[in-house]
Every structure is written in C-alpha cells, then in structure tokens.
C-alpha cells in the first residue's frame, strides 16, 4: 500500500524524472513556434514595402492590355527624343541665301538661288532637284507624323478621358501627362510641347540669319513662353513656375548681354576690353546665383 502511495505521487509530481524529457520537449517546440513566428513576421515587414513599390507595375501588368502598354511607351519615348525628331525634321526645309546678285560685284555672286541652299548640304539648292525630288517629300512626312502628330494625340488622350482623371486606371497609364498640372489645365502637356516645337524651330531656321537676329528671335520666343506660364501658372506647385520662370529669365538676360559680343564690321558694338569683362563678369554671376537657387 505504501508502494502504491509512493508511485502515485511520483506520477503526480511535475519535477519527477519521468516527466522531465517531455516538458522539456514541449517547452523547446513551443519557443522554436514563437522564434519562427517572430521570424516570419520580420520577414513580411522587410517585404512589404518593397511588394507595394512595384505595385503599380503589377496591377499594371493585370490589369492593362498589352497595346495600352505599348502606347505608353510610345508616348514616353516621344517625350524624351521629341526635341531630336523635331529639329531632324524641320532640318529638311532650313534654307539659307548666300548672294543677293545686287551687292557690289554681282558677276562675282555665283550661289544666287532665290529659294537658297540647304543648310545640310550647301551644294544643293532648295526645292529644286533632288531636294524637291526627294527631301522635300521625306521633310512633309517627318515634319506631320514627328513634329504635329505627338501633341494632337496627347491633347486627343487627356481630352477623351478628361472625365476619368480622377480613376486608379487612367492615372496609372497617363497620369505622368497631368497630374502635375491643375485641373483645368489638364492639357497643358500638349501646350509643352508645342512651347518646345517653337523653340527648336526658332534654332534650326535661325541658323539661316545674322548672329544678332538669331538671338533676338529667341529672345522673342523665351519672352512669350515665359509670360504665357506665369500667366496661366498650370503646374500645382508654384515653386516649379517660378524656377522655370527665372529660368527662362536668366537665359534671356544672358542672351541680350551676348548681344554686347556680337560682332557688325569687325568691332565690337563700340565697348571697350574692359566693358567686356565687366559684361562677362555679370553673366557668369547671374547663372551662378541661379544654380545656387536651383
């Protein structure tokens, strides 16, 4: 009877030998649960952040078609080489005249095309021969499909979904075309690039006129871009019209005292050596303290 005293108290007993090896089994399964656990949810806070970073693509890739995908890439790639396709284009009708036949010696004047030559190649006259045979044609082309065609089809996009500007899918595949701008100047990309076809247009054709008047013309270009933007101010934050405001600034502020440079009959336009330092001093002062606002 003592015996079977003693054994049920040794089974009772939660220090007792037999026991032992079992808890401490339990007791090692149950911590290597919580350290995986710990574990596991320190790996989903590394990872989560970086799933919702690639979000968009994703839902992109689910969720919109593949031609839709294609002309998003056409129209980023248009915006990034639509400088280099325009000034290409326009290239094929940049004339220049050389002789007048009316200045003295005219019998000497030999390039007296009327229409001029093509400034790629000066030994071709323009619009005539091969120009007109075969440039000019390739210049119609180039100048409508790459200088006209890109912002008549990103004001025809924004246009069309100018009442789903506001939805998840149309933000995802154009939202680089207008979420930067005010609503109602939700367009104001097209209006870029034609501000950007101006300018490239007044360097190719510029090329053809005297040094001064190339810079007046741009002069006259920047002017007008420039006040039309602070006018209508369609970008959000107001900090970025305003640096390309001053931006715009200071280049047409360079370029009217690179006038003072600009040579006529062999002189400088009647300022001294030191006057030209002084006026090189202040452009270079002006376009450092820019960069150091910028």
Not at 70 to 98: E, G, H, Q, T
Not at 188 to 215: K, T
Request: charged letters at 15%.
């Amino acid at each position: 009877m003592e015996d079977g005293v003693v054994s049920r108290q040794t089974t009772n007993n939660p220090d007792s030998p037999a026991e032992t090896p079992t808890k401490r089994r339990a007791s090692f399964a149950k911590s290597m649960r919580r350290a995986l656990g710990n574990g596991a949810a320190v790996v989903k806070g590394k990872l989560v952040p970086k799933a919702s970073l690639s979000s968009t693509i994703t839902h992109m890739d689910t969720a919109v078609s593949l031609p839709q995908q294609l002309l998003m890439v056409l129209l980023v790639a248009s915006f990034i080489l639509y400088p280099a396709l325009v000034s290409a284009s326009l290239s094929f009708f940049a004339c220049r005249v050389l002789d007048t036949g009316v200045d003295p010696y005219p019998e000497t004047q030999q390039a007296a095309w009327a229409h001029g030559y093509w400034l790629p190649d000066m030994n071709q006259a323009c619009y005539s021969g091969l120009h007109s045979a075969l440039y000019l044609p390739v210049g119609i082309v180039c100048a409508i499909v790459f200088c006209a065609l890109p912002p008549i089809v990103v004001f025809s996009i924004l246009f069309a979904k100018r009442k789903k500007l506001h939805e998840r899918q149309t933000q995802i595949l154009y939202g680089f075309l207008y979420r930067r701008y005010r609503t109602k100047y939700y367009f104001w990309e097209s209006v870029g690039q034609l501000q950007m076809l101006i300018l490239v247009a007044i360097d190719v054709f510029g090329r053809a006129l005297p040094e001064y008047q190339q810079a007046l013309l741009l002069i006259c270009g920047l002017s007008v871009i420039g006040m039309l933007n602070m006018a209508c101010m369609p970008v959000i934050a107001r900090v970025l019209t305003v640096m390309e405001f001053l931006s715009l600034g200071v280049l047409s502020l360079t370029i009217t005292m690179g006038l003072f440079f600009v040579k006529t009959t062999g002189e400088t336009l009647g300022i001294s050596a030191g006057a030209e330092t002084a006026v090189g001093i202040i452009i270079l002062l002006i376009n450092v303290q820019m960069r150091l606002l910028l």
